[in-house]
């Protein structure tokens, strides 16, 4: 269920025609998301006839209509409209600065001073403050309120720890879709998506050396902890004695604050109306509490708890690195078990750029929901990519994919995934008790923001970054559990202070109970509520391994009272020595649920889920996310096993056999292999997998043609641009597009990462005498036989002309986005140096200066600068980047045919060596199957008479090549491409050569085995 990006002005037209593909794809239904670029004003009348028209039409092709409630991110300021009406609730944050000489001004409300004397803290009266620091360093607290930004409309963040706020949230947003479309809740509609909710300080997502605080803030901790935080203020931000206890205080109310006065109202709105709450979190930041200081503990608050999960944050190759998420998704895997939520949603795939593949999508979505996941996501499916929105995170799940005509193949696959993990129940049998508490305890914006490293007396606090530490402690030792197939659950301590229970040598949490309890690492600190609740579980029997000493903190105080419980129960409270020893342990007191055969635990390489659906049933998902094969035979307890084919939706009888009680499973699974086993007691129709003869085989190495499906494309990025008669050249387009924004008086483009509060950007009205004239130049070696076709963004605000004629647009036919219009201009173009212009009088605020295109029947070839046109040269076998189709973002037909010399009602293409996003296979003429995913083959079951067929693959590349970014210095697989992807480029236009193209082709024969 893709987020489904309203990004320019939307129409019923576009709203029909997405929706559509939509299901043809095979989506579930959307999350209607608002985001930088919508002109349409959101939360007006005319916003609302457009959400009931596509709710209507999702009605019309059986889609659910979900959803979103914010104008982009973070929930709760309502795209300015709650910021508007509630100013004094602002964001407010106590800021720490260390000043070495006297500043002009002293920012905010000065709340203490300090002189620091060595490790000592002074405090000052504010008349003390210049002679101070005459002789020493200060630090000085203020109390400071939020700023406005172009991601919040210009408002400053809300405070989300301010009850009013979430009652006028709900008012302006969550009501208003109520009072329209309440009717249609819990059928059409069953989710509201709140995306990132957090505790905002000087922005959104500040970094700067600040914490939440406010004057109701204080009055609440006085209350709660009988003291005045301003007396201990400079302990949240200095390393001296008790500073611990402080912390520990200030974020379990800032938590508190935070869920009950925000996320609970929301979940209790959406309890009653019959909704799922879901969204996620900035949950990715643990054990950093800046942002939200325990993400489990505020799962309860929602229906249908999610994370997100970005391609570039996924690193397969490096356990630490991949283990940082997988404990998010541990976190909301186990707070979901606890809480008996069925469905866990995240938020996947986007980021990875324009070259994303199948392949990658795949491998994503198998490792999210073997750790839990079964709701996915799609980031993102924009409705537009005209000007800075083709620049937003992609990919993107839309028509502006040539791959997306395919999709299916992959949305069927996570479809019935998503079904079948999200039946029954996993019935995890070890607790991890999670380390949050002791994040809060060492937590130190000011000993971790690298803004002030350079000026903060190395004395104020300890140079170690204790919570980066903690982050990769426990990252290790929870990917080493997931790497050694334990069925394991973090658990928060929070939700056990609420719903903790100890009886007959098990610890419950809610719907859950463990045998086994492991305290890893990193954990310093535990509750009250935590130390009571172990030693009852250690006095009815329970066992508990620990990587460590027994925690020395209780509530953020140093206490004996752990060590105490591990000398009273010395034969329970077992200490391990090593991740190896520890594992041993767990072999003993919890045998593996699903093993090697002989014994010994699986490739560290593969995950593993189960799932008990009744007392006769259990299914096993089983992946390997690895960059190779792996090849093992695997052992389950039970009676008969089916394997069920996610991705044909089949239900195959697997080889195996019988070892005493245990079934034996060969397996080999490729890289982003996997397969779902379900162990029953019932019998269920199925059939072997068919296995090819495969002693005939025909190489296919030479086509009868190699064709493109659509015209060729050069973009031209580089630009000459022209302002108040004055001229810069050889700029690339988004410098040019930026230079322009700030000639008509603003800082950037305003669909750049902005959001619009109402139409205070569209409604802007330029000065006559206003405007632009931007040229494109381009060199044609040999003039296209077929003619040339111009494509452009919204050419109705330009004049254009190609070498000085004026062109019309009128009878102009789309290309590649609804705002793209193409024409031809061949017989206005020359051998040799050509220019495009387009000038603008006056400046329009759609006006984005970017790329331009030029279609048609030709070849390019680097040049310096950039690329020329040429005659098109015969396709062959090879990457078509190197055949003049350096920037072309369709496919390619491979079209062969093959002599059977008998009928066969069984046989497979494979394609070894190729570069794509998806082949799409015909036989015949007809449509045969998709390959995507390794080991790149498609198994086919048909009779196939004797005699000759005919084959084509359709190799299906992606617009990277297009649309870039093409200079950008982030390695690919670690790059985040966003906006800032495409603002490393040249001074001066490129040659051709340093253009970053992938290569994308069949790269090598193919073959038809029978």
Not at 574 to 600: M, N, R, W, Y
Not at 652 to 676: Q, Y
Not at 941 to 961: D, Q, R, W
Request: charged share 20%; with cysteine.
């Amino acid at each position: 269920m893709p987020l489904w990006v309203w990004n320019g002005e939307m129409t019923e037209a576009r709203i029909t025609e997405m929706l559509e593909q939509f299901a043809e794809q095979g989506m579930g239904g959307v999350f209607v998301h608002p985001r930088p670029g919508l002109i349409t004003e959101y939360l007006s009348e005319r916003w609302f006839e457009l959400w009931s028209f596509a709710l209507s039409e999702c009605k019309r092709l059986g889609l659910e209509c979900n959803i979103y409630d914010e104008n982009s991110y973070p929930a709760g300021f309502a795209g300015g409209h709650v910021s508007a009406r509630l100013p004094h609730a602002a964001s407010q944050f106590v800021e720490a600065v260390f000043h070495k000489e006297a500043p002009a001004r002293f920012e905010g409300q000065l709340l203490k001073a300090y002189q620091i004397e060595g490790e000592r803290l002074i405090e000052l009266s504010p008349a003390r403050l210049h002679e101070a620091l005459a002789s020493n360093p200060v630090l000085t607290l203020a109390l400071r309120r939020a700023s406005g930004s172009p991601w919040t409309a210009w408002f400053p963040m809300v405070d989300t720890t301010r009850p009013e706020v979430a009652r006028e949230f709900i008012a302006t947003t969550y009501e208003a879709y109520a009072s329209r479309f309440r009717n249609d809740f819990e059928k059409a509609i069953t989710s509201i998506f709140c995306d990132e909710p957090l505790v905002a300080t000087s922005s959104a997502y500040s970094r700067s050396i600040g914490l939440p605080l406010s004057w109701p803030f204080l009055a609440k901790f006085r209350n709660e902890h009988g003291y005045d935080l301003l007396d201990k203020l400079a302990d949240l931000f200095v390393d001296q004695e008790n500073a611990t206890a402080t912390r520990f205080d200030y974020y379990k109310t800032l938590q508190r604050l935070w869920t009950h006065h925000f996320l609970k109202p929301l979940h209790e709105w959406c309890a009653q109306a019959g909704l799922r709450l879901s969204g996620h979190f900035m949950e990715q930041e643990w054990p950093y509490p800046y942002l939200s200081p325990s993400c489990m503990d505020a799962y309860r608050w929602m229906q249908m708890p999610g994370v997100d999960m970005l391609a570039p944050q996924i690193d397969f190759e490096s356990a630490v690195a991949s283990g940082h998420y997988v404990m998010s998704f541990r976190e909301l895997n186990s707070a979901a078990n606890q809480l008996g939520l069925t469905r866990r949603l995240c938020e996947s795939h986007g980021v990875g750029g324009y070259e994303a593949t199948f392949e990658e999508f795949k491998r994503a979505s198998d490792w999210l929901m073997v750790h839990g996941v079964n709701f996915i996501s799609q980031h993102l499916s924009y409705e537009t990519i005209s000007g800075a929105r083709k620049y937003d995170h992609p990919q993107t799940f839309s028509d502006h994919s040539a791959w997306w005509k395919s999709y299916r193949l992959h949305a069927d696959h996570v479809a019935r995934l998503s079904f079948l993990l999200s039946q029954g129940a996993q019935r995890n049998r070890v607790l991890v008790l999670h380390s949050t508490t002791s994040g809060w305890i060492h937590a130190n914006p000011a000993r971790e923001s690298s803004e002030c490293k350079v000026s903060v007396p190395a004395t104020v606090f300890s140079g170690d970054n204790k919570l980066e530490a903690l982050r990769d402690s426990e990252a290790q030792l929870v990917q080493w559990l997931a790497g050694h197939q334990v069925d394991f659950d973090l658990g928060d301590e929070l939700l056990m202070e609420d719903s903790g229970k100890a009886n007959n040598g098990r610890l419950s949490i809610g719907n859950c109970s463990y045998s086994v309890l492991i305290i890893p690492n990193g954990m310093e600190n535990w509750c009250d509520s935590t130390l009571n609740l172990v030693e009852n579980y250690l006095t009815t029997g329970g066992i508990l391994l620990l990587l460590r000493e027994p925690p020395e903190f209780v509530n953020g105080i140093r206490d004996e009272r752990a060590r105490v419980l591990a000398g009273k129960f010395r034969d329970q409270w077992q200490c391990v020595a090593s991740f190896e020893e520890l594992q041993q342990k767990l072999d003993e007191l919890v045998p593996p649920l699903i093993t090697a055969h002989k014994g010994g635990h699986l490739p560290s390489t593969v995950g593993h889920h189960m799932r008990i659906l009744d007392e006769d049933e259990v299914l096993h998902f089983v992946v390997n996310h690895s960059s190779s094969s792996v090849l093992f035979e695997l052992s389950i307890s039970g009676d008969d096993v089916y394997e069920l084919e996610t991705i044909t939706g089949a239900t195959l009888r697997p080889d195996f056999r019988r070892n005493g009680t245990e079934i034996v499973i060969p397996l080999k699974l490729p890289t982003a292999g996997h397969t779902v086993l379900l162990v029953s007691k019932t019998s269920y129709p199925a059939k072997k997998r068919a296995k090819l003869r495969g002693d005939r085989a025909i190489a296919i190495s030479s086509f009868e043609r190699i064709e493109r499906t659509s015209p060729n494309v050069l973009g031209l990025d580089f630009c000459d641009l022209t302002l108040s008669d004055s001229m810069r050249r050889g700029l690339y387009v988004t410098h040019a597009n930026r230079l322009c924004w700030q000639a008509h008086g603003f800082d950037r483009d305003i669909w750049d990462r902005a959001v619009q509060f109402r139409r205070n950007y569209f409604d802007f009205q330029f000065s006559a005498n206003s405007g632009f004239r931007v040229d494109y130049h381009f060199e044609i070696a040999q003039l296209p036989v077929g003619g040339v076709e111009l494509a452009i963004e919204r050419p109705e605000l330009y004049r254009v002309e190609v070498n000085g004629r004026l062109i019309s647009f009128e009878n102009a036919h789309r290309w590649f986005d609804e705002t793209i219009r193409a024409v031809k201009i061949g017989e206005f173009l020359h051998a040799g140096r050509n220019t495009v212009s387009l000038t603008a009088s006056p400046f329009h605020v759609l006006c984005e200066i970017d790329r331009i295109y030029l279609l048609g029947d030709f070849a390019i070839e680097p040049a310096s600068p950039g690329f020329r046109i040429t005659s098109p040269v015969p396709l062959k076998i090879g990457d078509w980047t190197k055949q003049g189709l350096a920037q072309y973002p369709g496919s390619i037909l491979y079209t062969a045919r093959i002599t059977l010399d008998e009928t066969t009602t069984q046989f497979a293409i494979e394609t070894p060596e190729w570069a794509g996003s998806v082949i799409a296979v015909t036989l015949n003429e007809e449509p045969a199957g998709d390959i995507a995913f390794p080991p790149y083959r498609l198994q086919i079951e048909k009779e196939l008479a004797a005699g000759t067929h005919e084959l084509t693959l359709e190799v299906i590349g992606t617009p990277k090549n297009l649309l870039g970014p093409h200079f950008c210095k982030q390695p690919r697989g670690q790059r985040w491409t966003g906006p800032n992807a495409w603002e490393t480029y040249p001074d001066a236009p490129a040659d051709g050569a340093d253009y970053e193209i992938l290569p994308y082709g069949l790269l090598a024969p193919a073959k038809f085995t029978y």
